[in-house]
C-alpha cells in the first residue's frame, strides 16, 4: 500500500538504527533490474528521517543511469552503511523505492556529509585529495532515492553478520 508521499509501507528503523545512520558512513546501494541483475554504486550522502520512517540517499544518477533506471522500474533498493575505521555495517532494504531530483535541503547533505566522510577516512590513512576524488559528483547528476525500510541486517564482519536488527 502506498503512503501519500508514494512511498509503500516499511516497519522503519529505530532510534538506534538512525543514530547509526545519521553518520558521515561509507554508503552503497544496490538494486537489480527486472532479469536480476544486480547493480551497485557509491551514495555520496545520505539521511534518515527524524522518525526513521524514511530514508534518502543522494548518488551520482548520470555515473549509475543503470541503477537508477532499474531502482525506478522495480522499486528495489538495499543501502549499505559501513562505518570504515570498525567495520560496523547495517543493510537496510525496502520495496516502493522512488526516484527524485533532490531537494535544495538534500542536496545541501553533500558538503557536510563528505566533510564527515574525509574526517573518518583520513584517520585510517586516506589522503583528502584520494577520497574527494573517490566521492566527486556534479551537482547537477545528483539523484534522490526515497525507501521506507522495510529490513535492517547486521552487516558487520562475524558471527552476526546477516542477521536482523529489531527497529
Given at each position: ?9 516499511g ?12 553518520r558521515?558512513?561509507?554508503v552503497n ?29 543522494l548518488l ?5 543511469a ?11 533498493l ?5 562505518e ?5 555495517s547495517?543493510q ?9 531530483a533532490?531537494?535544495?535541503e ?7 556529509y ?8 583520513t ?10 576524488a ?14 521506507r ?12 553478520a ?6
Amino acid at each position: 500500500m502506498a503512503e501519500p508521499d508514494g512511498l509503500q509501507l516499511g516497519a522503519g528503523v529505530g532510534a538506534a538504527v538512525s543514530r547509526f545512520l545519521d553518520r558521515s558512513l561509507s554508503v552503497n546501494v544496490a538494486s537489480s533490474d527486472r532479469s536480476n541483475r544486480p547493480l551497485v554504486a557509491r551514495a555520496v550522502a545520505a539521511q534518515a528521517s527524524s522518525g526513521g520512517e524514511r530514508l534518502t540517499v543522494l548518488l551520482d544518477g548520470r555515473a549509475n543511469a543503470e541503477l537508477v533506471a532499474a531502482v525506478a522500474d522495480t522499486g528495489r533498493l538495499a543501502v549499505v552503511f559501513s562505518e570504515p575505521s570498525t567495520h560496523r555495517s547495517l543493510q537496510v532494504k525496502g520495496d516502493g523505492a522512488l526516484v527524485a531530483a533532490p531537494t535544495a535541503e538534500e542536496a545541501a547533505l553533500t558538503g557536510p556529509y563528505l566533510d564527515g566522510f574525509i574526517a573518518e577516512l583520513t584517520g585510517i590513512g586516506f589522503t583528502e585529495p584520494f577520497i574527494r576524488a573517490v566521492m566527486s559528483c556534479d551537482p547537477a547528476d545528483l539523484v534522490a532515492l526515497h525507501v521506507r525500510p522495510a529490513t535492517v541486517f547486521d552487516q558487520t564482519p562475524g558471527p552476526k553478520a546477516g542477521e536482523p536488527v529489531q527497529a
